[in-house]
């Protein structure tokens, strides 16, 4: 098990901006394929961002692009999720997930290509 550590969720005003932030405890960011998934009861986990192993390809789900922003720091060993003009349809339960790919190229959008799971961050939006 890799312990994914988040923080960050709140309670932001419709076009507010919130930053989530995860790390695996104990190991390096470096060391995993990340993203980060949301989820709102009775539905099916969502891709929202996901950064390769290497680093360098990023992919973002159709709904958040051009208003949230997936970056490493690896100095740092954390990843973030920067979200700006916040709707009340991004309400959700916010999920980093991290799995130990091979392929450093390799950007991972499907929830059941990660095998470790944070616990999960509320974000909700009012209108």
């Known amino acids: 098990q890799v312990p994914l550590v988040e923080s960050g969720g709140g309670l932001v005003q419709t076009g507010g901006s919130l930053r989530l932030s995860c790390a695996p405890s104990?190991?390096?960011?470096?060391?995993?394929?990340m993203g980060w998934f949301r989820q709102d009861p009775g539905k099916a986990r969502e891709i929202v961002a996901a950064?390769?192993?290497?680093?360098?390809?990023?992919l973002y789900g159709n709904s958040v692009k051009g208003r949230f922003t997936f970056s490493r720091n690896d100095a740092a060993n954390m990843i973030y999720l920067q979200m700006h003009s916040l709707k009340p349809e991004d309400t959700a339960v916010y999920y980093c997930?991290?799995?130990?790919?091979?392929?450093?190229?390799?950007?991972?959008?499907?929830?059941?290509?990660?095998?470790?799971w944070g616990q999960g961050t509320q974000v909700t939006v009012s209108s």
């Open positions: 950064i390769s192993r290497g680093g360098v390809n990023i």
């Open positions: 104990g190991r390096a960011v470096t060391d995993y394929a």
């Open positions: 997930a991290a799995d130990s790919k091979s392929n450093l190229l390799l950007v991972a959008t499907s929830a059941d290509e990660y095998r470790y």
